[in-house]
Nanobody, 116 residues
Framework: QVQLVESGGGLVQPGGSLRLSCAASGSIFSIYTMGWYRQAPGKQRELVATMSSAGSRINYADSVKGRFTISRDNAKNTWNLQMNSLKPEDTAVFYC?????????WGQGTQVTVSS
């Protein structure tokens, strides 16, 4: 079992920045992929960024390339999403994600609202 807890969401103006963090606990040694997804109102959940456990493979949605950066802090068992140049269309609930060979795990979600 893996437990995930997000933090760092909030309200920001267009062009601003936010940093999301995901704290993992439990069987973290079994995680082979970690990352972030988001779900906007009336839309399906979509991939934002993922990273392999070794950090060697990173994948971004085209809509966030060049603006968002995923990173990992092994000492704290956390991974982060630095979001810059935020746009109103980035407004969504962001979910932390982790996958093991057995199943996928999700955090409870954190709201990000980009509005003036």
């Amino acid at each position: 079992q893996v437990q995930l807890v997000e933090s760092g969401g909030g309200l920001v103006q267009p062009g601003g920045s936010l940093r999301l963090s995901c704290a993992a606990s439990g069987s973290i040694f079994s995680i082979y992929t970690m990352g972030w997804y988001r779900q906007a109102p009336g839309k399906q959940r979509e991939l934002v960024a993922t990273m392999s456990s070794a950090g060697s493979r990173i994948n971004y949605a085209d809509s966030v390339k060049g603006r968002f950066t995923i990173s990992r802090d092994n000492a704290k068992n956390t991974w982060n999403l630095q979001m810059n140049s935020l746009k109103p269309e980035d407004t969504a609930v962001f979910y932390c994600y982790a996958a093991t060979t057995a199943m996928a795990y999700w955090g409870q979600g954190t709201q990000v609202t980009v509005s003036s």
